[in-house]
């Protein structure tokens, strides 16, 4: 189990890198599979280097013309990769989560931290 969960923060941590389209210091990534995995959620908040201004991820689009389009795909495989990881929870017979909080800061540092 650990090293698919290594594989898949991994993928998460990588896949939010890359929908991002500046520079940044700091992310903080909230997910949320509800009971039964009946619905699922990501949200996310990031710190610009250059304004040190905090962004929400939804502004992303208008903020630096990102396609609406492009943006919900991304967003959207974002949210599967969430469901991934508590499904990997529950394949491995583990108390499942119904929230997971990520921080990343530019220097390759991270938290991860499960609310039950």
Partial sequence: ???QLNN?????ANHLFSMIPVEWDRIYMLGEVKKEQLSYSVTFYYIETETKKIVNCLDIPENYCVSEEVYDELHFILSEMVYELNDCFKNNGQELWEQVVFVFDKNGNFTIDFKY
């Fill in 1 to 3: 189990m650990e090293e």
């Fill in 8 to 12: 898949l923060y991994n993928r998460i």
